[in-house]
Nanobody, 125 residues
């Protein structure tokens, strides 16, 4: 059974940092890509970043480029999202997800088949 468990969310002031973790199980970690998404109230789910565990390729949404860094620890089947210079508009529930059948990086939600339960990130102004 595929499982993805996020942690690390919380309340932070604007300009602060958080590191989210996503622990994966139930599949061969290096055969797929892991993505981070976020969804704010009343808005559609938005792709934030993605990493291919096999080759380390990464992809970022323009809104987070230069502020967020995605990384993976293949020995721990874990993907991290380090978020710096946080802004109030980064407030959302953050989800990690694994691609359905590809290892290439993508932030298109339809490419992902299994999702975690989400972790809340709140940035105060």
């Amino acid at each position: 059974e595929v499982q993805l468990v996020e942690s690390g969310g919380g309340l932070v002031q604007a300009g602060g940092s958080l590191r989210l973790s996503c622990v994966a199980s139930g599949f061969v970690f290096t055969d797929f890509a892991i993505g981070w998404f976020r969804q704010a109230p009343g808005k559609e789910r938005e792709g934030v970043s993605c990493i291919s565990a096999s080759d380390g390729n990464t992809l970022y949404a323009d809104s987070v480029k230069g502020r967020f860094t995605i990384s993976s620890d293949n020995a721990k089947n874990t993907v991290y999202l380090k978020m710096n210079s946080l802004k109030p508009e980064d407030t959302a529930v953050y989800y990690c997800a694994v691609t359905r059948a590809i290892a290439a990086v993508t932030i298109w939600p339809a490419d992902f088949g299994s999702w975690g339960q989400g972790t809340q990130v709140t940035v105060s102004s």
